[in-house]
């Protein structure tokens, strides 16, 4: 059954007609209770160090953290790739990027790509995202804000405009709004990347209530407002823009650069990174900061989160006041990551953790222990399996995604042998990547290997982290030859992952 035919019986579903076994059946270990509804709160570009239960100090997140404590959080998630557009596909079909297409954000490579099935591809393209099983199951997710791909999954709600274009342009909407030229919208003091001219920092002249976020927030409170007065199960996305550029924030919410204590790179550690990193990706992220535009740029990265923050304080507040709180699955989590000046790089589309390790927060009192931390590295592709499993509804078979409950419920301690992440630079939209190829992450518990892993790019050019031992990624161990054995070892993982064995 393909998607469309698949979406038709779901909405045949809703009047009684059969729906497909896998979307719809309840699975046998679920209570015989009402299913959960679903609060899904997603950033973008949000590292998992933006929040305070992370362990960072700077960050002012109560409501999120607050949540954790009442939760689970997954203290390793790595996205599947590290920009949104394959990010967010990767978790929403269960399959990992080069299964579904694309490895990156921009356009085909000249001569095509040799490591892509382009028939599976096309075939579970056409198969029904994870996001259609609770349309199947009487349930049509509503999405506030960013959507990103499979628009027609969503009962879209709607979003709000940015004042700022992502270089810190008025856009029309300030025009309109605030008069002029839009000049009331611009920061008095900005930090912007040197090639490509992206917004990095700055502290916005508009007060909260007027920031995209804030907004967005409006508009999301309305919604919930909504749906959690009406007596049946809802499935509710809330999907900020924030913190991705262009990166600024009200002064109310700015985080003092002086509380923020991040390592900056030495000459020693640049010099020893991949010739890929040193060349064409310090050339994309174009950030040679003096100190005060360091500290600029990481206060309103954190402030953003902050101004996020309020916002699911707000969320939360209407669900307690309206009695749903506890039968409410919220789940928190981002696309990717965002590097703010450590190895020498802004932005993202590498490996760091800063790039590739989201926060993952999941809330429901039912099934879910309070107060749980779990260390074991878990993938992103894992996150829509997971509310499937605790809304009682079947993950489906197939899909390289699973459930995380044996993780939460504390019957496994193990995971996963690695976890992945790719990115095809020759699909880049930029140019100075796109002579190369698909650069592919393998990490384990201690280690870390990046290297090309495409036939067209013919020097891996790798890395290799000691995680335990050098959990900063300063020491690049790949030229080593006592680590022949460990590099030996995770390239093999990375070709099971890639034909489908791990």
């Known amino acids: 059954m393909n998607r469309r035919d698949f979406l038709k019986a779901a909405g045949g579903a809703m009047l009684g007609a059969a729906v497909p076994r896998w979307a719809a059946a309840r699975s046998a270990a679920a209570p015989m209770r009402r299913r959960p509804s679903v609060l899904w709160i ?3 570009d949000g590292r998992a160090d933006a929040l305070g239960c992370y362990g960072t100090a700077w960050a002012k997140t109560p409501h999120m953290d607050r949540i954790a404590a009442e939760g689970v959080r997954f203290d390793v998630a ?21 299964e579904v297409g694309p490895v990156a954000m921009g356009k085909p490579p000249a001569g095509g790509i040799p490591y892509v099935d382009a028939a599976r591809i096309e075939r579970l393209n056409r198969e029904p995202n994870l996001l259609d099983a609770w349309t199947a199951a009487g349930t049509r997710p509503v999405n506030v804000g960013k959507i ?13 405009p940015s004042e700022l274009d992502v270089c810190g342009r008025p856009t029309a909407y300030a025009r309109q709004t605030f008069g ?13 990347t040197k090639t490509h001219g992206w917004m990095i920092g700055g502290i916005s002249p508009l ?11 409006d508009k999301a ?7 959690a007065h009406k007596d049946e199960p809802f499935f509710l996305r809330v999907s900020f823009h924030a913190p991705h550029v262009a990166c600024r924030v009200p002064k109310e919410y700015f985080i003092d650069p002086a509380t923020i204590h991040l390592p900056l790179p030495t000459d020693e550690e640049l010099a020893a990174k991949p010739a890929f990193e040193r060349g064409p990706l310090r050339t994309y992220a174009g950030a040679d900061l003096m100190d005060e535009q360091i500290g600029l740029a990481r206060g309103t990265y954190y402030g953003m989160v902050s101004l996020v923050d309020a916002q699911v304080g707000r969320l939360v507040e209407i669900l307690r006041r309206a009695g749903r709180l506890d039968d409410t699955i919220i789940a928190i989590n981002s696309d990717q990551g965002f590097q703010l000046g450590e190895h020498g790089l802004w932005k993202k589309r590498v490996f760091y953790e800063q790039n590739v390790r989201a926060p993952l927060v999941l809330r429901y009192p039912a099934a879910v222990p309070a107060g749980r931390v779990i260390d074991e590295p878990v993938e992103m592709i894992d996150f829509l399996p997971t509310l ?17 409950r044996p993780l939460i419920e504390g019957r496994v301690s193990r995971w996963r042998r690695a976890c992945f992440s790719e990115i095809d630079h020759s699909q880049s939209m930029y140019e100075e990547l796109r002579n190369t190829g698909r650069r592919v992450m393998v990490r384990t518990r201690r280690w870390k290997l990046v290297f090309f892993m495409d036939p067209r790019v013919k020097d891996k050019d790798g890395a290799l982290y000691d995680l335990r031992d050098d959990p900063g990624e300063r020491v690049n161990l ?13 390239e093999r993982l990375a070709s099971q992952w890639a034909a489908g064995t791990v």
Not at 388 to 404: E, K, N
Request: aromatic letters at 8%.
């Open 478 to 490: 790949y030229g080593d030859a006592k680590y022949a054995a460990v590099i030996e070892r995770l």
């Open 388 to 404: 499937l499993g605790l809304c009682g509804l079947t993950v489906p078979d197939g899909i390289r995604g699973r459930s995380l």
């Open 221 to 227: 409170a309305a919604v919930l407002e909504e749906l």
């Open 207 to 217: 007060k909260p209530g007027q920031s995209q976020t804030w907004r967005l927030g």
């Open 78 to 98: 790595i996205v599947q790739n590290p920009v949104c557009v394959p990010s967010r596909k990767s978790m929403k079909t269960g399959h990992y990027a080069h």
């Open 42 to 44: 997603m950033m973008d």
């Open 148 to 160: 990103h791909g499979f628009h027609a999954s969503w009962d879209a709600r709607g979003d709000m």
């Open 180 to 192: 002029g030229n839009g000049k009331a919208v611009l920061p008095a003091e900005s930090v912007f």
